[in-house]
């Protein structure tokens, strides 16, 4: 049955990432720890193999359709690197196992990062639903400002890739469809490769720090690449908009559902 689950979730997984460009690492995480039963440090890693794999067909696959915004996989992908290097290497490994305890509660790592995930995403999936595309800016100034603030996104992108393994798609389509004014679909290509990107550089740096169950991970990977495939030949016939708004419901869903089997399991 757990193995049933497994490749069901996979499966969903892959079609998120075909069809909204994200999903992938916030839906893997919870699959490793509450299907698998992987404690979340390891499932972190595990996570960054599968959505980094998975994000590479897709992307590919975008690109030969022309569906991808190279100058923005570079303005992204490049401080992403960069962020992913130093919130892994410098700041993930000197947190405590043990932040604090007190009375019956103890704040533990593991907690830490599934709270910080899920507060990530809940004002990522506000904002989708909220929020409309700018006005474009025509001016020098306003294009440098909007190029900065990619950049600085890219970064903090990178940052969270690192800290919390995640491939951070639910942040870099926004970022691409709010700020750079980037179509839906483009963005959602997009996001692909600079996932592909961040994800990998993320597991190359940290898949020696815990135990890899290599034969799980191939059966993982192989039921994300087929939904991912799946995914990204559904959404050639789904308007952009539709795919917003399903971006956004699947964010808070699951946000909430790691909240509640954080505090009531």
């Known amino acids: 049955m757990r193995e049933i689950a497994c490749y069901s979730a996979s499966l969903f997984i892959g079609l998120s990432l075909g069809l909204i460009g994200a999903g992938g690492s916030i839906l893997t995480i919870p699959a490793f720890v509450y299907i698998v039963r992987t404690d979340p440090v390891s499932a972190t890693v595990y996570s960054m193999f ?6 590479l067909i897709g992307g590919v696959k975008a690109h030969v359709k022309k569906m991808v915004d190279l100058k923005m996989v570079f303005l992204f992908g490049t401080p992403s690197v960069i962020g992913v290097f130093i919130s892994r ?120 720090s815990v135990a890899i169950d290599w034969a799980l991970l191939m059966k993982f990977s192989t039921g994300a690449v087929v939904g991912i495939l799946i995914g990204a030949k559904l959404s050639e016939n789904i308007s952009g908009v539709y795919l917003k708004k399903l971006f956004g419901w699947i964010l808070l869903f ?9 505090f009531l399991p």
């Open 50 to 55: 599968v959505v980094g794999l998975s994000s």
């Open 89 to 208: 290497r410098l700041i993930f490994h000197s947190i405590p196992d043990v932040i604090f305890s007190t009375g019956h509660f103890t704040l533990s790592k593991n907690i830490l990062l599934m709270c910080l995930l899920t507060i990530v995403m809940s004002v990522a999936s506000i904002k989708m639903l909220k929020s409309q595309p700018p006005a474009v800016d025509k001016d020098s100034e306003g294009l440098k400002i909007k190029t900065r603030s990619l950049i600085m996104q890219g970064f903090f992108v990178g940052m969270l890739t690192g800290l919390l393994g995640i491939g951070g798609g639910f942040l870099i389509v926004p970022a691409l469809y709010l700020w750079a004014k980037v179509p839906m679909k483009i963005a959602i290509g997009t996001a692909l490769l600079i996932i592909t990107i961040n994800a990998l550089f993320g597991f190359l740096n940290s898949y020696t």
């Open 254 to 262: 699951v946000s909430c559902f790691i909240l509640f089997k954080i």
